[in-house]
């Protein structure tokens, strides 16, 4: 099943924090953050390992919830390259399954 | 540049045409995907090929048929489409040792069917 993702859009001013949410019916053993701009392929920005390392971004972090069903994506003082689409992508049943999408537009 | 070429990037096509979409990817990886992505909707899993061997066709209609021919190489065969499948395909591939690595994307091929 398709993780859900909250909020299907944002608008943000330069400069702003983000919160984007990834939620699925089974726990996550690791998630992967893209993005993608209009009318480019998505680009990786970062992997949340099961234990809660991080690889990727140095401005962009995530994290689990305790039930580890959900997985939250911070943007941190938000660049106008920012903006795109956001998909969290995870293995599930051996497939590679992305997120419904939340769409970021950084306002200068 | 991503390491993976897909070509056509542009294709029309009338329902009762063949067609091809070819993926190439100079990463060395062991799996690769194709991805169906319509307007404002979001990635859709279509098929997986880990180590050459096709081990996800995700209810996917027959009209498209997937090949890969060696690890490097996937093919998307196109017949008798239906409009409803104009859409941006997109193939990638990745690393899949004890868990999937990253996926690396090609531009995609925007399919249009008449």
Known sequence: QQPVQSPQAVILREGEDAVINCSSSKALYSVHWYRQKHGEA??????????????????????????????????????????????????????????????????? | ETGVTQTPRHLVMGMTNKKSLKCEQHLGHNAMYWYKQSAKKPLELMFVYNFKEQTENNSVP?????????????????????PE?????????????????????????RLTVL
């Open chain 1, 42 to 108: 998505p680009v990786f920005l970062m992997i949340l390992l099961k234990g809660g390392e991080q690889k990727g971004h140095d401005k962009i972090s995530a994290s689990f919830n305790e039930k580890k069903q959900q997985s939250s994506l911070y943007l941190t003082a938000s660049q106008l390259s920012y903006s795109g689409t956001y998909f969290c992508g995870t293995e599930q049943d051996y497939k590679y399954i992305f997120g419904t999408g939340t769409r970021l537009k950084v306002l200068a």
């Open chain 2, 85 to 109: 499948d104009s859409a941006l395909y997109l193939c990638a591939s990745s690393q899949v040792d004890e868990n999937t690595g990253e996926l690396f994307f090609g531009e995609g091929s």
């Open chain 2, 62 to 82: 027959s009209r498209f048929s997937p090949e890969c021919p060696n690890s490097s190489h996937l093919f998307l065969h196109l017949h008798t489409l239906q």
